[in-house]
């Protein structure tokens, strides 16, 4: 994947700077219920995952759309020449797929590792704060 916009990389760190202060301070209100911590980490693992499906994703359209876009393809493999509504489903498909693995991973933190919810809730949150926090910052600029 090419390198990421200079606003999308502040929205990453961003995000993992609340994730692992939430942690930090989950585990400091709560000591003797370490799950709720490891919820809000987990959550925003699921969170950055989600962003790095949404942005693959995205990519993956702007290469097909706009002939200038840079292509992630690697340069060996030849273009398959589908149809773009055959090109058009798969990325469909691809993305119904993330989104799936994400499901999973939400249930098998949940259920099957028992982390609280509400601290997945909080985690996975990161990138909503992450963008408020860069909304507020832009809005501070002179």
Do not use: C, N
């Not at 949404?54 to 273009?79: N, T």
């Not at 949150?125 to 408020?132: D, G, N, Q, R, T």
């Amino acid at each position: 994947m090419r390198d990421a916009d200079p606003s999308i990389r502040r929205l990453e760190r961003d995000a993992m700077i609340f994730a692992a202060v939430a942690t930090a301070a989950a585990l400091a209100l709560r000591p003797r219920q370490p799950a709720i911590a490891a919820g809000v980490a987990g959550g925003g693992l699921l969170a950055l995952a989600s962003l790095w499906a949404i942005r693959s994703s995205v990519d993956a359209v702007l290469s097909r759309l706009v002939p200038g876009a840079p292509d992630d393809r690697p340069d060996d493999r030849p273009d398959d020449g589908s149809t773009p509504t055959r090109a058009a489903a798969g990325l469909g498909v691809k993305l119904a797929g993330r989104y799936a693995l994400l499901a999973l991973g939400a249930y098998v933190m949940i259920v099957r590792l028992r982390l609280h919810a509400i601290g997945v809730l909080i985690g996975a949150s990161s990138l909503v704060a992450a963008a408020s926090f860069e909304a507020v910052r832009t809005l501070r600029r002179p």
